[in-house]
């Protein structure tokens, strides 16, 4: 029979883990990108124009691999985005069944202008620790994100 103290052992655990704390960072980035970077423009999209500015024109599903959105979020931020003049969809002319994303000169500027902003954030964030744990911190969050996900821990 489990003690109470041990459910409360594992609820302590359970709420402490990784999910309610990556739930409580997203959500101070959350409210720093609002106050600091822009209230209309979400990480996602600052994440896509800032891709197309980096690597020119592409196909939806390559943009959205790099980006890491599934097809069901990478359709509507797109049709967003070009809504707003930021990204226009144009044919591939070697291939007209695809379609290619492209940044607008609008585009280009608002990602180059919020940059700094972003990466300001980013060091508000991080000030808590050295620059060597800044370092290994972010090489761990990336491994963890890297890594295959099983079902079984």
Same mark, same amino acid.
């Given at each position: 029979?489990?003690s109470?103290?041990?459910?409360?052992?594992?609820?302590?655990?359970?709420?402490?883990g990784l999910g309610?704390?990556?739930r409580?960072l997203?959500q101070?980035?959350t409210?720093?990108? !609002?106050e600091q970077?822009?209230?209309?423009?979400?990480?996602?999209q600052?994440t896509?124009?800032s891709?197309?500015?980096? !690597?020119?024109?592409?196909?939806?599903g390559?943009?959205?691999?790099?980006? !890491?959105?599934?097809?069901s979020t990478?359709?509507?931020?797109?049709?967003?985005?070009?809504?707003?003049?930021?990204?226009?969809f144009a044919?591939?002319?070697a291939?007209?069944?695809?379609?290619?994303?492209?940044?607008?000169?609008?585009?280009?500027?608002?990602?180059?202008r919020l940059a700094?902003?972003v990466?300001a954030i980013?060091e508000?964030?991080l000030?808590?620790?050295?620059?060597?744990e800044?370092?290994?911190f972010l090489v761990?969050l990336?491994?963890l994100?890297?890594?295959?996900?099983?079902?079984?821990p």
């Amino acid at each position: 029979m489990t003690s109470e103290a041990d459910v409360a052992e594992v609820l302590t655990a359970a709420i402490g883990g990784l999910g309610p704390l990556t739930r409580r960072l997203y959500q101070v980035h959350t409210r720093l990108w !609002h106050e600091q970077v822009d209230r209309d423009l979400t990480g996602p999209q600052f994440t896509v124009l800032s891709l197309l500015d980096i !690597h020119g024109d592409m196909d939806q599903g390559t943009l959205g691999s790099l980006a !890491h959105l599934d097809k069901s979020t990478a359709a509507p931020l797109l049709d967003r985005l070009r809504r707003r003049g930021l990204v226009e969809f144009a044919k591939d002319d070697a291939d007209r069944r695809r379609k290619l994303v492209a940044l607008t000169a609008d585009g280009r500027e608002l990602a180059e202008r919020l940059a700094p902003s972003v990466i300001a954030i980013s060091e508000q964030m991080l000030a808590v620790f050295t620059p060597e744990e800044r370092q290994h911190f972010l090489v761990l969050l990336h491994r963890l994100l890297e890594a295959p996900q099983t079902e079984e821990p």
